[in-house]
């Protein structure tokens, strides 16, 4: 079955970085597209980036764009969201999303910007 897991949020302040990782198992997943998503409280959930299977193309938020990168490990069968010069309002629960006839998402990460 898909599992994925986020590992890697904690408590960073302004200017800071953070490094996300989600451990896939359960699918070939070099051949899917990988997203991460973000929801803070009050708001609707909001995707962030996503990596292509074929050729790793990458997609950001206009948001993040610039300080955020997303990349994968295939043979790690993991995908990172490396988060640079974190801002308060990145504050927010960091998920992973996989499609695979439906779509599956981790658990999530808490990501705090704070001083």
């Known amino acids: 079955q898909v599992q994925l897991v986020e590992s890697g949020g904690g408590l960073v302040q302004p200017g800071g970085s953070l490094r996300l990782s989600c451990a896939a198992s359960?699918?070939?997943?070099?051949?899917?597209?990988m997203s991460w998503y973000r929801q803070a409280p009050g708001k609707k959930r909001e995707l962030v980036a996503t990596?292509?299977?074929?050729?790793?193309?990458?997609n950001y938020a206009d948001s993040v764009k610039g300080r955020f990168t997303i990349y994968r490990d295939n043979a790690k069968n993991t995908v990172y969201l490396q988060m640079n010069s974190l801002k308060p309002e990145d504050t927010a629960i960091y998920y992973c999303?996989?499609?695979?006839?439906?779509?599956?998402w981790g658990q999530g990460t808490q990501v705090t910007v704070s001083s």
């Open positions: 359960g699918f070939t997943f070099s051949s899917y597209t």
């Open positions: 999303k996989v499609f695979r006839g439906r779509e599956y």
């Open positions: 990596i292509t299977g074929p050729g790793s193309s990458t």
